[in-house]
């Protein structure tokens, strides 16, 4: 019974710690969907700048905040200051929606690591 037990615990820790990792296939069809309109998955800007090696200029923490709230890290960081006054149409990345979700950013954000 005690095994029983322990192993219907250990099942459910590794169910609940599998749904929390991110999804690569769901951050690149996020980023399909709602980014590629503006972004290049290379260094090459389109609306927006290319997205090539942004996780080594900027750490998750950062783009989780930036994805969440670009016009308010506008305001207060430096590198998103020279992102926007660099932008040679004059725009600001906007809110996205599906950027609202917490789960969604984070699977968008590995999918980022990713692009090389």
């Known amino acids: 019974m005690r095994s029983q037990l322990t192993l219907g615990f250990l099942t459910m820790l590794s169910v ?3 749904s929390m990792a991110a999804d690569l296939a769901v951050g690149k069809k996020i980023f399909e969907q709602s980014c590629a309109y503006c972004h290049k998955t290379g260094y090459d800007e389109k609306f927006g700048p290319g997205l090539a090696g942004i996780s080594e200029r900027r750490d998750a923490e950062w783009l989780d ?5 670009p016009a308010e890290m506008i305001k207060t960081d430096e590198y998103a200051q020279t992102l926007r006054e ?4 004059g725009l600001t990345m906007p809110a996205l929606p599906e950027m609202q979700d917490a789960n969604k950013r ?3 954000i590995e999918y980022l690591k990713t692009i090389q």
């Open 16 to 18: 609940s710690g599998n």
């Open 65 to 69: 905040k930036f994805l969440t709230n």
């Open 86 to 89: 660099s932008n040679k149409y």
């Open 106 to 108: 984070r699977d968008v």
